[in-house]
């Protein structure tokens, strides 16, 4: 298997090749070359399969590189009851008729992120040491990301993690999940804007080729192709689940904001997944949710980019997007490349309204897209508490609210879980009037010690931090 850069860069390089890296060498997003095929005699020999197992067959046809007994051995290390709190991964319950909720929120930092993210680390410590070589991660997060990269990094030979997250937009519990790690190859970053401006450091840093490789510059953000490929399993063991035999079909609901989870599931369907619709639901931060309903992708500045109570999802430019407008437009990198680093570059948007393609969003790629607001969060938390006496998070309340607005009869919904409600307790308080419950391991953790620092949204101040710790 070959990847390729959305941009048109003519180089093809390996899955180990890329693992490493983020961005392209001309700023474009990798690919593969081809979805793998995944026909009704695959899906029913994968049927039933345990996670990690799962996972191997997955991987496999994208990874060619690593031995088949070393990325089996990585797989079952990865997904295991001890990591993830149940031998089942992401257990699916049926919440109300054909509406389920699977649970992605299970491992270390209680969000979907540690799913891909316990993956990419053991990845890279393995493919680390069979080179002799060290990795510096630049990270940018809206809240769980960096703890989840954290999480998985720490402690890891050959690594270190320089992680930027926006100075006070994060919730008190994520801020105390990243800061309070006191391991000395984890930095945290605070910068002095919105998650979007430490995502544009993130990629100016990335474009910067002398810098990123004198320093050994990479990411585990979603414009890595290997977490966005370890996100693809858990929508296979969701069909599984969902479903007693592969002549079903299924839709999914998936909370976005930088379209690097819903992607995922643009994968497995291209793959053969039999999935109906990719519900993209949006906060009140709906650039995503805009350009399925009208064709017009317009990025918001720092000042139109709101501060909600579904923070992860406070982005308005969507870094995962690239890769699905360029299946969009017929995998034309020429065309792609104008669009990002022309029409968006320039205008801050692009408008596909009257390209014929626009119509495929949804007639041929099957998405869908709504949005919520604090007001349905609140109401849907509620809800769910009240007739199921199940407890939701904010972002997973956006997902369920719009899951509802796309149901089709006979078809069954996966609304994917976000994280666990204590991330967002300030929130379950104003809706239910108590705090949702706490995992032991972090009581206190607000008042543990903290280690960050604060640096003006400037990726020059970004990299000469990185350069002063990796001396």
Not at 28 to 51: F, I, K, N, S
Not at 68 to 74: P, Q, R, S, V, Y
Not at 243 to 267: E, I, L, M, R, Y
Request: hydrophobic share 40%; proline share 5%.
């Amino acid at each position: 298997m070959r990847y390729l850069s959305t941009r048109g860069h003519p180089e093809r390089r390996r899955f180990c090749e890329i693992l490493l890296e983020g961005l392209a060498p001309d700023g474009g997003l990798y690919l593969p070359e081809r979805y793998p095929q995944v026909d009704a005699a695959t899906l029913a020999r994968w049927r039933g399969l345990p996670y990690a197992e799962l996972a191997f067959e997955v991987l496999s046809l994208y990874v060619d590189d690593i031995p088949a007994a070393d990325l089996k051995a990585i797989c079952e290390k990865t997904y295991t009851a001890e990591v993830f709190g149940t031998a089942d991964i992401v257990p699916l319950r049926e919440l109300e008729d054909g509406v389920y909720l699977q649970a992605l929120s299970n491992g270390p930092t209680l969000a979907f992120k540690d799913m891909a993210m316990q993956l990419l680390g053991n990845l890279f410590e393995y493919e680390l040491a069979r080179r002799g070589e060290e990795l510096n991660i630049l990270g940018a997060t809206s809240g769980d990301t960096g703890s989840a990269a954290e999480y998985a990094m720490r402690g890891k030979k050959g690594v270190r993690v320089f992680m930027t997250s926006p100075d006070g937009r994060m919730s008190p519990f994520q801020q105390a999940q990243m800061f309070s790690l006191q391991d000395p190859n984890i930095h945290n970053i605070a910068i002095a804007g919105v998650f979007d401006d430490c995502q544009d450091i993130v990629k100016a840093v990335s474009n910067d080729l002398d810098f990123k490789r004198k320093y050994r510059i990479g990411t585990v953000n979603s414009i890595n192709w290997a977490r966005l490929l370890a996100q693809v399993v858990y929508y296979f063991a969701g069909y599984f689940q969902a479903t007693g035999d592969n002549a079903k079909q299924v839709s999914f609901t998936v909370p976005s904001g930088n379209f690097g989870n819903v992607c995922a599931g643009h994968v497995a369907r291209m793959m053969g997944l039999p999935i109906r619709t990719l519900v993209v639901a949006t906060n009140e931060n709906d650039v995503l949710d805009e350009f399925f309903r009208t064709g017009v992708y317009r990025v918001r500045s720092a000042a139109d980019t709101h501060e909600t109570s579904s923070p992860s999802m406070d982005i308005s430019k969507a870094s995962n997007f690239e890769r699905f407008v360029f299946d969009l437009v017929g995998r034309d990198a020429a065309k792609t490349r104008g669009l990002f680093e022309g029409d968006l570059a320039k205008a801050g948007r692009f408008d596909l309204s009257a390209d014929p393609a626009f119509a495929q969003a949804a007639t041929r790629f099957g998405f869908a897209s709504s949005r919520s607001t604090h007001a349905d969060r609140l109401a849907t938390i509620r809800d769910t508490d009240k007739r199921f006496a199940t407890l939701i998070d904010t972002h997973t309340a956006d997902g369920l609210k719009v899951a509802r607005e796309h149901l089709a009869p006979g078809v069954p919904m996966i609304v994917l879980e976000t994280a666990l409600p204590i991330k967002f307790a300030e929130t379950i308080v104003e809706a239910l009037g108590r705090a949702p419950e706490r995992p032991a391991r972090f009581e206190g953790i607000e008042a543990l010690p903290r280690r960050v620092v604060q640096l003006p949204a400037d990726a020059e101040a970004v990299k000469t931090y990185i350069a002063r710790h990796c001396a």
